[in-house]
């Protein structure tokens, strides 16, 4: 398996355009996790997906963040309009329910000018 | 409200001697824990785990340590490799409630030859 894949690795965007944040979870996987990591705040979720059902988004900062997961292969992070206090790597990440681990992608380094 | 304090943001050993990172943890639901390993530019990477009815696992070069009255969890490595140089996150995991992960803000292991 090729893992947790996101896209694109790296986003540079004016602010208050919009980004879309892609990713693909591992195969047979059902719970899909979207992390922000800045200097600040570390590694926070912003908000998981069980069986593509959104189970828990009290960590999206505001209304710019959406998310969804159309089926159980893909995902994707929105923020509309961006601001550059939105710069930080975006994780998506996959797990078996009851397994515990999660797996990474390799991150989406976003900045917005 | 931090859920899992590291607090020790750098760490920095020599190459064959133990590495100890700490970290603890406020919320009692919590029921597993994990460590990840982060390389810059890549995401976390699972590297060992502790259910709360154990007090250690080990797997390899790796033990980490579980004190439930404390509250407290460390990760040994020994012996300490150069190729351990990274960022290693503790989180917090209630399996029975959200699976969410909950990370503390990671120790950066600097092993020098």
């Known amino acids: 398996d090729a893992g947790v894949i996101q896209s694109p690795r790296h986003e540079v965007t004016e602010m208050g355009q919009e980004v879309t944040l892609r990713c693909k979870p591992i195969s047979g996987h059902n719970s899909l996790f979207w992390y922000r990591q800045t200097m600040m705040r570390g590694l926070e979720l912003l908000i998981y997906?069980?069986?593509?059902?959104?189970?828990?988004d009290s960590g999206m900062p505001e209304d710019r963040f959406s998310a969804k997961m159309p089926n159980a292969s893909f995902s994707t992070l929105k923020i509309q309009p961006s601001e550059p206090r939105d710069s930080a790597v975006y994780f998506c990440?996959?797990?078996?329910?009851?397994?515990?681990?999660?797996?990474f992608g390799q991150g989406t380094r976003l900045t917005v000018v | 409200d931090q859920q899992v304090k590291q607090n020790s943001p750098s760490l920095s050993v020599q190459e064959g001697r133990i590495s100890i990172l700490n970290c603890d943890y406020t919320?009692?639901?919590?029921?597993?824990f994990l460590w990840y390993k982060k390389y810059p530019a890549e995401g976390p990477t699972f590297l060992i785990s502790?259910?709360?009815?154990?007090d250690k696992n080990e797997d390899g070069r790796f033990t980490v340590f579980l004190n439930k009255s404390a509250k407290h969890l460390s990760l040994h490595i020994v012996p300490s490799q150069p190729g351990d140089s990274a960022v290693y996150f503790c989180a917090g995991l209630s399996q029975g409630g959200s699976e969410k992960l909950v990370f503390g803000k990671g120790t950066k292991l600097t092993v020098n030859p």
């Open positions: 990440a996959s797990s078996l329910r009851q397994v515990g681990a999660a797996f």
């Open positions: 997906f069980n069986n593509n059902v959104p189970i828990d």
């Open positions: 502790i259910s709360s009815i154990k």
């Open positions: 919320n009692s639901m919590f029921d597993y």
